[in-house]
């Protein structure tokens, strides 16, 4: 059965960090993009991140470009967003999700996602 289990969320004060982890089971992992999305209350869900199927090739939302890393460990199965200087417009629900495609585009329809994970980001 194919499973994104996301993890590492929690509160964080401004200027924090946080790493998200997001496990994957029951699919071919690597012929897999992954991305990561958020949604915050009363807003659209919107891409944050992606990442290709080795690694090598990985995109931003220019909101969080420069703060946030994506990474993946395709031996792990698994897949970090690493979250720096975090602001309080970074409180959201952070999803991760898979497509399958060798490249990395958050406009891709993704195919499976996770139940996701609570970031909140306030002093």
């Known amino acids: 059965q194919l499973q994104l289990v996301e993890s590492g969320g929690g509160l964080v004060q401004p200027g924090g960090s946080l790493r998200l982890s997001c496990a994957a089971s029951?699919?071919?992992?690597?012929?897999?993009?992954i991305g990561w999305f958020r949604q915050a209350p009363g807003k659209e869900r919107e891409g944050v991140s992606c990442?290709?199927?080795?690694?090598?090739?990985?995109d931003y939302a220019d909101s969080v470009r420069d703060r946030f890393t994506i990474s993946r460990d395709n031996a792990k199965r698994m897949v970090y967003l690493q979250m720096n200087s975090l602001k309080p417009e970074d409180t959201a629900v952070y999803y991760c999700a898979a497509v399958r495609s060798l490249i990395c585009d958050l406009s891709n329809e993704y195919d499976y996602w996770g139940q996701g994970t609570q970031v909140t980001v306030s002093s």
């Open positions: 029951g699919f071919s992992f690597y012929t897999y993009a």
């Open positions: 990442i290709s199927t080795t690694g090598r090739r990985a």
